[in-house]
């Protein structure tokens, strides 16, 4: 289960790093016990004196994904922290501050001195969900998934905040944290149980067995035991061994019920013999954590979970900046960091390389109301204050906002309704958080130069004489709708064949209708061989936007660009490069790959090694009434250019509306194959007032939108629905107009 985890990394923190067993010199294991002994002991008289030293702890390291714990693992873990021996509680050194250090500097975690020992399992917080007991979390994209809570020391990571809880998820061994309204006791076995998913998903039935496992053992209830030989998730054994304990589990865990799952002792309390002085969950430590921060009130609005880091050093620097010691120039504002590689895009400050990646990957990541995911200047955050100005859709943390701006900033902003964010407001100026005057330029700069690689400039083609140019071929793969055509059309260039690959039945329907049959439709792009490229061509210009539902980084379960879906774009480089010019051939010849801008800047790195160009970055909202961020790789002439928008281009929503209808916006956000992509703003208004009620986007409004004709994809009696998913995977018309403009002067046009 690839979880969306606050924390999926439980060795890489440089907050609280995971003590090593090999190397630490407080955590020691028990000797044998003399009775199996045989002999003499060795160095009994002690090692200080023996002959023969006692050798260095042996350190292996593993190839493979660092961050995976087996099952193995973690009983072996158990079963020690049942004998483990220590005179102290280890804590974290502080490292040195040193400003041409790269690495920033840490603060201890706070060791406990008070709380009742004898029940250390009890929560000040009173909520419930004590270590070791068995949940059922929920987390965004997911269904309910199996877990165990578990202490903060078993992650290696920070104390959980009030109100949350460390949870081992079933399956996978990793580690989030959830709140706990987010959880569920697994006695709700019977509500929270998806069976779909468990059909579907292998991750998923290997959770409910693990679990099932462990409950059934808590409970004793015997089950039939599956041969050594045959104990797979998939043999039919542990099926029918996982169907016996799911009916145990939807009758209740009868005999025993419920109380037959608590957890055992050692299982509450694994350090409790260890390290009696320190075991205490977070909620009882004996400083007291930072007041609950209210986010600000939206019925929409669900308050988002951040990993707990260390705000010390951060907070350090900044008082040091507001003492003039040192320029804010000088620290990342997103993190405190003092590596700093850039200068933020949006507010006076700097950033570093790994906050540069998040916010690459984040700023045009957006929930289901609209709003960005992240907070705008760290791209974090646990509880964020949303713009109240409808047509913004920024969110600033309460961390960033009081630390930057003022304490009490937060709580100032959230009794303001509405609230004008800090990029709306008329101020530049709020604390040491300052606008930059610049930072559309800067922003647009920050995309465009973004890379890591550098290549060396695409072929560039002289324009071809009137009287030489020809009609154009095209080749469009992933075809949608058939966009492309469209705009060659409204261009006026003559088009001598356009082939299209496309498998959805309503978008080839789209496009037979609306061209006349004009489209040679040649089905799965996997289908497309070399002796087709040749046979069909040759071909002036290759387009295509392969699916992005594997690579945005807004879809949880992701598969990214090597699997799934994500690997279809190795068939257009595939095909690329098939119909690309044989040497001599000087002919000009032009390609165009487009995506999502929301990717992992590992996939994009990668996009762009084997496209050996790297990628501009071009949002419709200029062009158009509504928001769509895309990368656009190719070698097409004056990709680079600013984008202007003509007299035709319907820039606000009104202009896209029918008669007798008013635009609550200028602008819609992102419009997606999903219904609720239409619903605007946090309380997910309809965009629409129409008979003094709010109304959605009908579909001509949507196709004006997006710049297609009025009925354009009104064929075949399709739905409502049916219609917007195939514009929520189409091309924004005039964006593609603005990169197709140049071909004018290499073909012929009408």
Partial sequence: MAHQHVSQDIFRNQGSPLPSRQTSPLLKLKPASPAISRGRLRGGVGWEISLRQRPMPRVTFQAGDPYYISKRTREEWLAKWKMEVSTQPPQTQQQPTDPASPTVATTPEPVPVGGDKTSPNSLQDGRGFGIGELVWGKLRGFSWWPGRIVSWWMTGRSRAAEGTRWVMWFGDGKFSVVCVEKLMPLSSFNIAFHQPTYNKQP??????????????????????????????????SVEMLNKQMIEWA???????????????????????????????????????????????KSTAEKPKVKEIIDERTRERLIYEVRQKCRSIEDICISCGGLNVSLEHPLFGGGM????????????????????????????GGREVLMCGNNNCCRCFCVECVDLLVGQGAAHAAIKE?????????????????ERRSDWPSRLQHF???????????????????????????????????????LVLKELGIQVDRYVASEVCEDSITVGIVRHQGRIMYVGDVRNVTRKHIHEWGPFDLIIGGSPCNDLSIVNPARKGLYEGTGRLFFEFYRLLHEARPKDGDDRPFFWLFENVVAMGVSDKRDISRFLECNPVMIDAKEVSAA???????????????????SCTDKLDLQDCLEHGRTAKFEKVRTITTRSNSIKQGKDQHFPVYMNEKEDILWCTEMERIFGFPVHYTDVSNMSRLGRQRLLGRSWSVPVIRHLFAPLKDYFACV
Wanted: charged share 25%; glycine share 6%.
């Fill in 627 to 645: 928001h769509r961020s895309r990368y656009f790789w190719g070698n097409l002439p004056g990709m680079n250019r600013p984008l202007t928008a």
């Fill in 417 to 433: 309704d509405p609230w004008n964010c800090f990029m709306c407001a008329q101020k530049n100026v709020n604390g040491l958080l």
């Fill in 250 to 296: 939807m009758t209740g865990f009868l005999p025993t019920g419920t109380k037959g799952l608590e957890p055992p002792e050692e299982e509450r309390n694994p350090y409790k013999e260890v390290y009696s002085e320190m075991w205490v969950e977070p909620e009882e430590a004996a400083y007291m954590p930072p007041p609950a921060k209210k986010p600000r």
């Fill in 352 to 379: 570093c390389q790994g906050c540069k990646n998040c916010f690459l990957e984040c700023a045009y990541q957006y929930d289901d109301d609209g709003y960005q995911s992240y907070c705008t200047i760290c791209c």
């Fill in 203 to 236: 991750m998923y039935r290997k959770a409910i067995y693990e679990v099932l496992q462990v409950a059934s053992s808590r409970a004793g209830k015997a089950f039939m035991s599956c041969p050594d030989s045959d104990e797979t998730e998939t043999s039919k």
């Fill in 447 to 485: 995309f465009a130069n973004n890379h890591d690689q550098d290549f060396d400039a695409p072929k560039l083609y002289p324009p071809v004489m009137v009287e030489k140019r020809r009609p154009i071929r095209v080749l469009s793969l992933f075809d949608g709708i058939a966009t492309g055509l």
